[in-house]
């Protein structure tokens, strides 16, 4: 009894074949199929590399690179595939399972080690030897196939990664010849993406502009005497309210909003406005990545008056409005939209250069 559920055991084994050497979280590094560099997009989470088809009796060398190293890996569970027939077929199924098993080519390369393994994991999940009942014979050309079927289809695991989002982890397989130098070598990336993007879109924002403009009054003087002029504040500077301000501006997307419909990040920009640059920082709420509210405090450029005067005071010297004022800087608020595009809006298109003009004919 105990010699038959050994036997059940061993064709349970045997006849799962390659699939169940991996868990759920393995990621399979097949070398019988490898292009020789691959990157591939991976969800964050565990995952382990699992070297296959290895060629027997040959070295290789495998190097890993990853920040974070995770707790040993799981066991690998197996299943149980009992076939059944009479006891005649199964003497007539071991003699053709030995003979498909011997005529598998000694593999050489880690293609044909793939070719075999498969193979012989497809013909011992077809036959119907070793089922409980036959004799040790039998058992034993069940033993033989699985062996081979091991040393085919070998694995190599290793510790399991925590992958989180904004890391990669690349793989790295080498065949050594005897010398001990690398002779093929197999790169796999397992990435999960970046944590984010930065976008640049351009914003159509509005600020108020409130410049506090002086004027100069001529003074009552008597005959003779040069003309004098008093610094008189503006009742209503001309341009005040809101004004338009282009900028460009720059904010963060995170990866877990990347899919969706809104988005609010912070956004910082720089613009101009009709006395100079501007600074903006605030928040953008986007639509689909392209189209974004805009809201925020501006650090802009107001004119005042020259701190070399004060109001009221009476010069003999009729001053311009750039000497008479200067430029202060100011905090206010700002709002507006911003849209992505390909290229500039705000720039403007270099006009065509004309045909050069050409030369008369010369008369013959």
């Known amino acids: 009894m105990a010699a038959r559920l050994r036997a059940a055991l061993l064709t349970a084994t045997v006849v799962i074949g390659l699939p169940t050497v991996l868990c759920a979280s393995d990621y399979p590094i097949d070398l019988a199929t490898h ?49 059944a027939g009479p006891f005649t077929a199964i003497q007539d199924a071991c003699a053709a399972l030995r003979s498909a098993v011997d005529a598998v080519v000694t593999p050489k390369t880690e293609v044909e080690v793939g070719t075999a393994a498969a193979t012989i994991a497809r013909l011992l999940a077809e036959t119907k030897c070793g089922v409980p009942g036959g004799t040790a014979d039998t058992q034993n050309v069940v033993g033989q196939a699985r062996q081979i079927l091991e040393k085919y289809a070998n694995s ?106 809104l988005s609010v990040s912070p ?57 008479l004022h200067e430029k202060a800087w100011r905090r206010t608020l700002f709002w507006g939209f911003s849209l992505r595009f390909g290229t500039n809006p705000f720039k403007t298109q270099a006009a065509e250069p004309a045909d050069p003009p050409k030369e008369p004919k010369k008369a013959k």
């Open 267 to 323: 956004a910082a920009g720089l613009g101009a406005n009709p006395n100079g640059p501007a600074f903006l920082l605030g928040a953008e709420v986007r639509y689909n990545a392209n189209l974004a509210f805009v809201v925020g405090g501006a650090y802009v450029q107001q004119r005042r008056l020259s701190r070399a005067f004060e109001e009221g005071q009476v010069i003999t010297t009729n001053l311009t409005d750039d000497q």
């Open 35 to 83: 292009p020789g560099s691959v990157s591939v997009t991976v969800s964050p989470g565990r995952s382990r590399p699992v070297v296959l088809h290895r060629v027997p009796g040959r070295h290789y060398k495998v190097d890993i690179l990853l920040e974070t190293v995770m707790p040993e890996p799981l066991p690998v569970p197996n299943g149980l595939n009992v076939p």
């Open 156 to 261: 190599l695991p290793f510790d399991e990664y925590d992958l989180k989002s904004g890391q990669r982890l690349t793989i790295t397989v080498a065949r050594l010849a005897a010398s001990g130098e690398a002779e093929k070598s197999w790169t796999t990336v397992l990435t999960t993406g970046a944590r984010g993007e930065w976008l640049t879109s351009y914003a159509f924002t509005f600020a108020p502009l409130q410049d506090d403009l002086f004027k100069l009054d001529a003074a009552d003087t008597k005959t003779g005497e040069p003309v004098k002029y008093t610094i008189t504040k503006q009742r209503a500077a001309p341009g005040n309210g809101e004004r338009f301000v282009p900028a460009v501006m720059f904010s963060w997307l995170p990866r877990r909003w990347s899919r969706s419909l």
